[in-house]
Each structure stands twice: as C-alpha cells, then as structure tokens.
C-alpha cells in the first residue's frame, strides 16, 4: 500500500490549490473527493473577485482550469467518501468503506454546505420551488416571481444572477440593512427586478406538489404576510443563501474546532502535527475563493516545510 507524502480531503478551491502547490514541491499527493471536484464553487454563476478571472468566468471554468493545472504537475484525484480516520501516529490513516489510505501529512479542505430555514416542509420543497443553488435552477423560473433569502455577499450576487431569468426577485432580509458591499449595493439600486423587504423572516410555506405560499412574518410585529405564486403557474421560487457549515464531523473527537469550524495557526497547521486545514471549513473571518486559495497554497507549504523536518 502506497504511503501518499500528502492527502488532501477535498477538491475544491482550497484542495486544488494545495494540490497545486505540492506539486510544485514534487510531494506525491492524492485529492480524496467525495462528490465533485471544485466544490460548491462550480454552482456560483458569476466569479467577478478572483484576481485574473478571464470575461465570464464561472466557478466551473474556474476549477476546470486549477484541476487541469493540478493533474499536469503530476498529481492524482480520487473519488471516494472517507468514513473514518485515525490521525494519532506520524503515518496517517484514512478509511472508506472500501479502501484504506496512508499519508505522512493530511490536509483537510473539505469545505462547507448551505445552512437551510430549518422550517416545516423545507425537505419537502426542495427541487420543487426551494433551491440553495441560483446557476442550477434559476432558469427554471424565468418569467415567475422569486424570493432569495439572504443579505450577504454571496446572496446579493445570486439574487442578481436570478433576475436575469425571473419576473421579480424579492430579497427577504431579517433586518433592516444589507451585509453586502457597496460596490453589491449599487448593482441591485440599478436592477429594476429587484424589491428589499426589510424586517422579515420566512415563517412557514406551503404547496400541494410545489411550492405555492411563502408567509413572511415581521421581527417586530409578528404580523404575517402571504405570498402566492403566479395564478396561471402557481409555483413560486425560494432561494435560500444564509451561510454555511462546515463539512467536518469526522474531525470532532482529533481537531480543535469552534462552533465546527477547525481552528488553525497562519500557517494552517491544527493541533495535531502534520494535519493542516484550508478554505471554508477553517475558522476564520473571511469566506471567499481567494482566500479559499491562500488557504490552501500556505497549507500546502507548511506541509512540505513538515515532510522536510521529517527527514
């Protein structure tokens, strides 16, 4: 069985950028990625921050070219869900239901999944008028009214990416201000689809097969308000884009973490010698894929810096 110089869990920004970085330093490195490589990155529809983002740049264009950039280095991705892991000795072991893998240093990059209302029926709706994801399905509700749930970065440029597609895009804010930058602000003043409502929370929905009411209930009055989908579609979208969590239960009883998120140094090294940590599922302040990246060429590097010591 192959001792790997370096794991990385996950291949999204953070993974891929590790990847990339280790193999500049001639580690032998294997990606373990659960589903898809480039993570939920490859379901934002815009990505307009990334320094050197080519015109129209998506997240899928964007982590086609750092996996194509990891794989001529020499590297090697794997498709497979890791259920257990032993992390005590110098020699790292990594189980799935099938194989075991070894490493001398491991790299966590799992990532995040978006937080949901937590509300009656949200599991019922999904894929039938709730969506987390606007480049998956905003097209299937071109013409028909919207609400996205949200204020932050990441929502506004979702909820801009919608009214390309919808009739109207209510914004739904529980309080009385945006999280956006200005720069996000000024885009949606200019944007005649869109309508802030301030104040509000979604209480409760409701639908036969799709989703056809959203009751809005006040923070201050409690009053509720009924909203129905169009009389000749019914269906009504909701899009819900209020944070994440962190993809790392399997850590919880090895790695220092707060509120799940896995607390690192600025070299991104955890508690434990030889296991690092990069992009969402670190704690930290700022969730972007530039800094995803950051993340993942330090850790990449504090992991080389820990082989050499090694020797």
Do not use: H, W
């Not at 994440?244 to 896995?262: A, H, Q, R, S, V």
């Not at 972007?288 to 850790?299: F, H, K, R």
């Amino acid at each position: 069985m192959d001792i790997y110089d370096l794991i990385i869990l996950g291949g999204g920004p953070a993974g891929l950028s590790s990847g990339i970085y280790s193999g500049r330093s001639k580690l032998n490195t294997l990606i373990i990625e659960k589903k898809k490589v480039g993570g939920i990155i490859t379901d934002t529809c815009e990505i307009e921050n990334y320094p050197g983002s080519i015109k129209n740049e998506t997240g899928i264009s964007l982590m086609k070219r750092m996996r194509e950039q990891y794989l001529e280095l020499g590297g090697n991705i794997i498709k497979d869900i890791i259920v257990d892991v032993d992390l005590k000795s110098d020699i790292k072991i990594l189980r799935s239901k099938e194989r075991t893998y070894k490493c001398k240093s491991l790299i966590i990059a799992t990532g995040s999944l978006p937080k949901k209302l937590n509300i009656p029926k949200e599991n019922n709706f999904i894929g039938k008028g709730i969506s987390y994801c606007a480049i998956c399905d905003a097209y299937l509700y071109t013409d028909l009214e919207v609400f996205v749930v949200g204020s932050g970065e990441s929502a506004i440029k979702e909820a801009l990416y919608i009214a390309k597609y919808a009739k109207k895009v209510n914004i739904v804010v529980r309080s009385n201000k945006l999280k956006c930058s200005q720069y996000m602000k000024d885009k949606l003043i200019n944007n005649p689809k869109i309508n802030l409502i301030f104040n509000k929370v979604v209480e409760k929905i409701d639908g036969e097969e799709i989703l056809e009411k959203i009751f809005l209930r006040d923070i201050y009055t409690n009053e509720l308000v009924e909203y129905r989908g169009d009389e000749d579609d019914g269906v009504i979208g909701l899009f819900v884009f209020i944070g994440l969590n962190p993809k790392t239960e399997l850590f919880k009883n090895f790695i220092n973490m707060d509120n799940g998120y896995i607390i690192t140094d600025e070299c991104m090294a955890t508690n434990i010698n030889g296991v690092f940590a990069a992009g969402d599922c670190r704690y930290k302040k700022i969730r972007q894929v530039v800094t995803a990246t950051s993340d993942g060429a330090i850790a990449a590097l504090s992991a080389e810096e820990y082989l050499r010591n090694l020797i």
